[in-house]
């Protein structure tokens, strides 16, 4: 009996623990902001049927590739015969887990969905933990948390589940702070050193570039600086001591496993994308399109439409911007008034909040993209010229996440200032009337983020794509169709020629042009030489392209075999009529 009663009290200290309550707090919390994506998760997609769909299809590929041939995981169905195809676009790897349960297109979808939720509450557990770390109180870690994670600008993103997915940034940083027993307001403490959570920081920041470069490659330059900045100060040390400061050994082990462990998995995850640069030089990014989506100052302070705070009261700033969906860049109006506040009064110190001042600055430098200065130079362009792998991220506004989470450790700073109660005042009383004042700043911040997300119906899958035999080619070809059956590929992952990416490789404009008479001599005879074996044709989607009237089109002599399935035709180039 005692031992069942130690175990009881050990679960109940787990229960009650703080860490227990956030992530508990942070899951009906994602679902109430997210709403209603989980009224009908699978029927609907948060944003639109675009992004959404291709991201679906991408954690359903991975989850494929490494339960049934890892090998061939960059390899994907997709864009048939190209190889290298599941890194046309950052591919949510670190996902793939998720989908070793469940097939088809339904499971694809309900799967992003609880992604879609489950990555909200994981950047304000994160954003949390690394401002608890720091040493900020419990009201401040809240609104660093909810900052995070609930942000007006992420509205704008929510068909972009790569870059809502930054929870691990955050509680990567916290980790790492923690193994090595440092925070803001106590410096490094010895005491506090444990390697084991170092290890973990290595392995969730490698998880974060699993996720994709678009968020991964900016965090690991700036794990470098925070490595350089850790290494400058030991040199510091050193130097006016005239003796190496000790490091545990343990610690040194971890960090070692850790760095190389993570350098490992980013040049695995970059090998691809610079096999795919080398085949399709078009798909390398330039200046005239990070200028295309480049902010200029108005866009931090504009909100997106889906805001149902800001979003009406800031349609004519809107109205300004060329491309509104990457530009519309608001990290929260009480959080910018609440990091402001933090500059005058702040458990930081002085200089620490010059320090992350400063970072804010930069981050919105390098974040306006070309218009700072006026051409991004010095500024995003430089970096695009002389970092590896900077010129592959096209939309430098992304890069306000890193505003968003220093604003929030300012702000967290600002409400872990200690008053004493005021003379006369119960202590008890005090302490409750100053939880209650000390949990608006969060509410506030949360109101900021309660979306107007448009929730769309998931494009149904045509019968005759239900167990197809590939290579198959899906017309009308081109266009966001191809997003819906990348997503109806699911059913089986079969060969397909449909693709959609920022780029057009040079095959698949070489089957469009070929196939624009489809069926016709020519056209059957080229897709037979590419290998394709079967054409789905989708009538009620060729209005308006090079197939409208197609299904009329006589076959007779051309060696195929046609039939109607549902509202669709198949034709079969491997079998005659």
């Known amino acids: 009996m005692d031992g069942v009663r130690r175990a009881g009290r050990a679960l109940w200290r787990v229960a009650r623990h703080e860490w227990t309550l956030v992530v508990l707090a942070s899951l009906p919390l994602s679902a109430a902001l997210t709403w209603p994506t989980l009224r009908d998760p699978a029927g609907t997609l948060p944003q639109d049927t675009g992004d959404p769909t291709l991201q679906a299809w991408q954690v359903a590929w991975g989850g494929h590739a490494l339960r049934t041939d890892p090998a061939h995981l960059w390899h994907s169905n997709t864009f048939f015969p190209e190889p290298y195809t599941y890194a046309y676009s950052d591919t949510l790897l670190g996902f793939a887990p998720f989908a070793l349960i469940g097939e088809g297109p339904v499971a694809a979808v309900v799967r992003y969905n609880l992604l879609y939720v489950v990555v909200h509450a994981l950047a304000f557990v994160g954003a949390y933990a690394l401002s608890r770390q720091l040493g900020a109180g419990r009201a401040g870690a809240a609104v660093a948390g909810a900052s995070f994670a609930y942000a007006p600008w992420k509205l704008a993103q929510a068909g972009h589940l790569h870059v809502l997915s930054i929870g691990g940034v955050a509680l990567a940083l916290a980790m790492?702070?923690?193994?090595?027993?440092?925070?803001?307001?106590?410096?490094?403490?010895?005491?506090?050193?444990?390697?084991?959570?170092?290890?973990?920081?290595?392995?969730?920041?490698?998880?974060?570039?699993?996720?994709?470069?678009?968020?991964?490659?900016?965090?690991?330059?700036?794990?470098?600086?925070?490595?350089?900045?850790?290494?400058?100060?030991?040199?510091?040390?050193?130097?006016?001591?005239?003796?190496?400061?000790?490091?545990?050994?343990?610690?040194?082990?971890?960090?070692?496993?850790?760095?190389?462990?993570?350098?490992?998995?980013?040049?695995?995850?970059?090998a691809p994308y610079l096999e795919v640069v080398a085949r399709h030089p078009a798909g390398r990014r330039t200046a005239a399109q990070v200028a295309m989506f480049s902010p200029p100052a108005g866009g931090f302070l504009t909100a997106p439409p889906e805001s149902w705070l800001w979003g009406e009261r800031h349609g004519a700033a809107r109205a300004a911007l060329g491309f509104p969906g990457e530009m519309t860049l608001l990290p929260g109006v009480v959080l910018i008034a609440l990091a402001v506040a933090g500059l005058?009064?702040?458990?930081?110190?002085?200089?620490?909040?010059?320090?992350?001042?400063?970072?804010?600055?930069?981050?919105?430098?390098?974040?306006?993209?070309?218009?700072?200065?006026?051409?991004?130079?010095?500024?995003?362009?430089?970096?695009?010229?002389?970092?590896?792998?900077?010129?592959?991220?096209?939309?430098?506004?992304?890069?306000?996440?890193?505003?968003?989470?220093?604003?929030?450790?300012?702000?967290?700073g600002a409400l872990t200032v200690r008053e004493r109660p005021p003379a006369g005042a119960g202590r008890g009383d005090w302490r409750r009337w100053a939880r209650v004042a000390l949990a608006l700043p969060a509410l506030l911040v949360l109101a900021e983020g309660v979306n107007r997300t448009p929730h769309v119906p998931v494009p149904a899958q045509p019968?005759?794509?239900?167990?197809?035999?590939?290579?198959?080619?899906?017309?009308?070809?081109?266009?966001?169709?191809?997003?819906?059956?990348?997503?109806?590929?699911?059913?089986?992952?079969?060969?397909?020629?449909?693709?959609?990416?920022?780029?057009?490789?040079?095959?698949?404009?070489?089957?469009?042009?070929?196939?624009?008479?489809?069926?016709?001599?020519?056209?059957?005879?080229?897709?037979?030489?590419?290998?394709?074996?079967?054409?789905?044709?989708?009538?009620?989607?060729?209005?308006?392209?090079?197939?409208?009237?197609?299904?009329?089109?006589?076959?007779?002599?051309?060696?195929?075999?046609?039939?109607?399935?549902?509202?669709?035709?198949?034709?079969?180039?491997?079998?005659?009529?």
């Open 344 to 412: 005058v009064f702040s458990a930081w110190r002085v200089w620490q909040r010059i320090a992350l001042a400063a970072g804010v600055l930069v981050s919105l430098a390098l974040a306006a993209g070309t218009s700072f200065g006026g051409d991004g130079d010095p500024g995003y362009l430089t970096l695009m010229r002389h970092l590896p792998g900077w010129d592959a991220l096209r939309t430098p506004g992304r890069l306000v996440l890193w505003t968003t989470l220093l604003l929030g450790v300012l702000a967290a």
């Open 463 to 577: 019968v005759a794509l239900r167990g197809v035999a590939g290579p198959v080619l899906v017309l009308p070809l081109g266009g966001i169709r191809d997003y819906h059956v990348m997503l109806w590929s699911t059913d089986g992952f079969p060969s397909t020629v449909n693709g959609l990416a920022s780029f057009t490789p040079d095959s698949q404009q070489r089957i469009r042009a070929a196939g624009a008479g489809f069926p016709d001599a020519g056209s059957v005879a080229y897709l037979r030489a590419a290998g394709v074996r079967t054409v789905v044709l989708l009538p009620r989607y060729a209005t308006g392209t090079p197939w409208q009237g197609a299904a009329a089109r006589p076959v007779d002599g051309l060696g195929i075999h046609r039939e109607r399935v549902g509202d669709a035709v198949v034709y079969h180039l491997d079998r005659a009529s």
């Open 176 to 270: 790492l702070a923690r193994g090595h027993g440092w925070s803001l307001r106590h410096g490094y403490r010895p005491d506090r050193v444990r390697p084991g959570w170092a290890g973990a920081g290595w392995a969730v920041a490698a998880w974060q570039v699993t996720l994709g470069f678009g968020i991964g490659l900016p965090f690991a330059y700036v794990l470098g600086l925070l490595g350089l900045a850790v290494a400058g100060a030991y040199g510091v040390t050193w130097w006016r001591r005239r003796s190496r400061p000790a490091v545990p050994r343990g610690l040194f082990l971890a960090d070692l496993a850790g760095v190389t462990g993570f350098a490992g998995v980013s040049l695995l995850m970059a």
